[in-house]
């Protein structure tokens, strides 16, 4: 198992997203960015002027068969990652891979059973899950005795689309895996509608209905053609509203202690319950000053040299995955109601699902 100065790390694809781990990892004096992967000719000619001491490369190839490579950051297509995870699992590589971890159930089990079964780490992007914001959101959650009665969450922009997958499997994955965070759970069934406003070929809004258990539910709202850029998470309480806008760099996360909660479960008429209302102060929480990526990316350089598992691993990649599966036959059925799967897929299931189609 390596040790954190003898750690050398690998990027594969540099979009934009891509750019931001090749800058992260070359600001670690923990490890040591070793080479970078880009198709693009244009690409590497701007890399080698910003990183002159990195290596660059059009072939994936060149990055399994590396030595001085422990492990490799997949940021490609989502319908390149099962092929580009599994060829450095193979080669004994520790593996971060983008969200989402793939664009199937059978594709994710297969990358998660190589990693564990050759005993490297496993690493899912879901970037959200370390933001000091939503840490504190879940804090508020799991150290106050409210009931929590439904999350929502709008996730809007002008683009970018998105070639590989469709606007739900692009931006609602954020918050599954945030809500699945905050609730410890994964939902129980889902219905979901969306539109091809822009003429698309794949979905470019939609909305989605999630329900976990205890009757709680979440929503998401997602878009490519809103011209208002929003990225919102709120959660109601019987006795607070909280609120994480991650647009909002003064007062990332308020918190309203206003609620609403039954009180006596006799009717007091015939038809009429006892309510209790509770209307207090709006806080603004201090929080931790740190960059999510790079927090992400430390974490998990922790967990390739100490051998723990990842926050955001492949088992809880693949949880968010099921969700969207279900999400696709879901939008199939205009809405229908459909129960998120918890069983093991094999080679013979249905693989490719709607959303990563061409």
Partial sequence: MPTLDRLGTAVIGCGYWGMNYVRVFSEFSESRLVTVCDQRPDQLKELSIRFPHVRLTTKVDDVVRDPQVDAVVICT???????????????????????????????????????????????????????????????FITHSPSEVYYLYARRTN???????????????????????????????????????????????????????????????????????????????????????????????????????????????NYGEYRLQIRDGDILSPRLEIAEPLKEQCRHFLRCVTTGESPLTNGREGIAVLRVLEAIDRSLRTQGTRIEVSTHEHHANDQAMPTSAAA
């Fill in 77 to 139: 297509e989502a319908t390149t990652h099962h092929a580009i995870a599994c060829t450095c699992l193979l080669a004994g590589k520790h593996v971060l891979i983008e969200k989402p971890i793939a664009t199937t159930v059978a594709d994710g089990e297969e990358i998660a059973a190589l990693a564990e079964s050759n005993s490297l780490t496993l690493m899912v992007g879901h970037t959200f899950i370390y933001n000091p914001g939503i840490k504190k959101v879940k804090e």
């Fill in 158 to 268: 002008l683009g970018p689309i998105r070639r590989d997958v469709n606007a739900l499997w692009d931006l609602a994955t954020h918050d599954i895996a945030i809500f699945n965070y905050l609730l410890d759970e994964v939902p129980a069934w889902v219905s979901a509608v969306g539109g091809k406003v822009l003429r698309n070929c794949r979905e470019d809004v939609g909305f989605i209905t999630l329900g976990y258990l205890g009757n709680v539910l979440g929503h998401i709202h997602v878009s490519w053609a809103d011209p208002n850029k929003t990225r919102e998470t709120v959660v109601v309480c019987s006795d607070k509203r909280i609120v994480f806008n991650d647009l909002n760099s003064m007062e990332q996360v308020r918190v309203f202690e206003k609620g609403v909660r039954l009180v006596e479960p006799k009717a007091v």
